[in-house]
């Protein structure tokens, strides 16, 4: 259940699935090119046997293929013992 001091922005950010509507606010795009990309986006992960929920999509996917995935530091990247320059 939602706790009554979680603001909207914090169940957003928490929630495994986003909605068309949030793809078109983060991507800053129509609802209908939205439509598109969650249903492409679907249509790969069926084709790779996970089930997917029309109209919505999983948020570390979309976030993986859309780019937005926090980049990981350079230094997280360097084998163990890599000197940083």
Known sequence: MNQPNQTKEDHTTSKTFITVAEVAEILSISKSYAYK?????????????????????????????????????????LPKGAPIS
């Open 37 to 77: 990309i969650v249903h492409r986006l679907n249509e790969e992960l069926k084709a790779k046997g996970y089930l997917t929920i029309a109209g919505r999509i999983n948020r570390d996917y979309f976030l993986e293929k859309t780019c937005y995935q926090p980049e990981a530091r350079a230094s997280d990247s």
